[in-house]
């Protein structure tokens, strides 16, 4: 079965010589992935978006590190191979960052889930490259040109390893607006797509994903690991699920055993994605969804003395530039004590953060100082991160962190 002609390429990328500055050389050195424009002394004046950056040491002229030019992004070169070893960036080098990947899925693949991460971008290996796995659907995302005369190469070797019988191709806002490619969002570049909602398991548990009008590849799967454990905590429970989006922590509280689950979001369409998503799986609790916004209608609850036994709180991220983290840091206080009225006692309160620019540590200060201020005991009993398939590869790669709170 032929890839479709549109994942081509007109363009074959030039090789460029690069200079940078000492601290743009120490950061290649370190093997961080991104060399930002003003740490570029030296570069060739025709430089397109694909090329292969050649960097070179500024005093010795060795070769310090390959990347591939991004004309378009203040992430000037995001670097594939970092170090004096010698490395030649072709099929070869792509084909072995895949199997390396693969390898750190496989202890997950083992459970009953058919639904993963296969590359997660720098961390990975392939700045500005998403590619996940829904059972037989590969979702691949694109948030740079930089992939495009790469295409060809890297869909085949993907399809492959996820022995995916249908690839659909995602695009970034920017790149849906490029012209430097024919491709659209949500196009079917390889095999066929009877409907757009495709199911898959995660832990025993049954799920949907819209894989071409989904929220980044048409779901989350970075909380997998936390969906499954809150599911085990709820058996006979009452939860409170808020930014519940397609009802990730709801359906597995459900199919565990919850008595009663409220998925709380700004959605109505995704309430109905979490409804559905419920009925995919067996349970003989109750399902009730509440549309509007989060702080608002959590209050609202408060004022009408409703607790529940669980509660999840995992909103979207608050800090998306560095001018936000102050707000974003006043958000999660302002949860955290909002959940805490909200939790029975003896309850426990999770709590979730995806902003990467809000750091691990100041997070759960954060939440303690809110709960502190409640005069309430509490109890943080687990941190966790990212699921395994969402490996963290440099410092900015981890952005996920949630704490499991018991409260007195």
């Known amino acids: 079965m032929p890839f ?5 390429s007109t363009y074959q990328p030039k090789r ?19 060399v930002f424009s003003n740490s570029i002394v030296k570069i060739n004046d025709d430089a397109k978006s694909g090329d292969l950056a050649i960097v070179f040491n500024k005093n010795k002229n060795k070769v310090i590190g390959l990347g591939l030019y991004d004309a378009s992004s203040p992430i000037r070169i995001k670097m594939l191979h970092s170090g004096m070893e010698k490395a030649e960036i072709n099929t070869a080098f792509f084909k072995q960052k895949i199997d390396t990947a693969f390898e750190k899925r496989l202890d997950l ?4 889930t058919n639904s993963y991460r296969l590359l997660f971008g720098e961390n990975d290996g392939f700045p500005g490259l998403i590619a996940d796995v829904y059972a037989s659907v590969l979702v691949v995302k694109l948030y740079s040109e930089i992939w495009l005369p790469y295409l060809a190469t890297l869909l085949p070797m993907l399809q492959e390893t996820a022995q995916a019988k249908t690839v659909v191709i995602r695009l970034s806002r920017g790149l849906q607006n490029s012209k430097a490619h024919q491709l659209k969002d949500g196009d079917v570049v390889f095999g066929t797509l009877e409907k757009e909602v495709i199911k898959f398991v995660e832990h025993g548990v049954n799920f949907s994903a819209n894989v071409i009008k989904g929220h980044k590849t048409g ?27 397609a009802g990730g922590f709801s359906v597995h509280a459900l199919a565990n055993g919850a008595t009663e689950v409220t998925s709380l979001d700004i959605s109505e369409q995704a309430l109905e994605i979490a409804i559905e998503n419920g009925k995919l799986n067996t349970y003989s609790g109750i399902h009730k969804t509440i549309a ?35 707000l974003a840091k006043k958000k999660y206080a302002q949860l955290a004590a909002l959940g805490e009225q909200l939790t029975a006692k003896k309850g426990m309160l999770v709590l979730a953060s995806c902003s990467s620019r809000v750091q691990y540590q100041a997070f759960f200060d ?7 201020q409640t005069g309430r005991p509490f109890q943080l009993q687990l941190k966790t991160q990212h699921d395994s398939d969402h490996p963290i590869g440099f410092p900015e790669g981890a952005y996920l962190k949630c704490g499991y709170y018991k409260l007195g």
């Open 292 to 326: 509007g916004d989060a702080f608002d209608e959590m209050q609202k609850l408060i004022n009408v003395g409703k607790t529940f036994d669980v509660v999840v709180i995992d909103p979207p991220s608050f800090a998306k530039q560095a001018s936000e983290i102050a």
């Open 109 to 112: 693949l083992q459970t009953t």
């Open 4 to 8: 479709s002609p549109k994942i081509q």
């Open 366 to 372: 954060i939440n303690s100082q809110a709960l502190k």
């Open 219 to 245: 779901y989350f799967l970075d909380h997998r690991e936390n969906r499954k454990r809150v599911g085990e905590l709820s058996q006979g429970k009452t939860v409170l699920d808020v930014f519940s989006y």
């Open 16 to 34: 460029l010589a690069v200079k940078l500055t000492a601290k743009g050389e120490q950061f290649v050195l370190n093997a961080h992935p991104w």
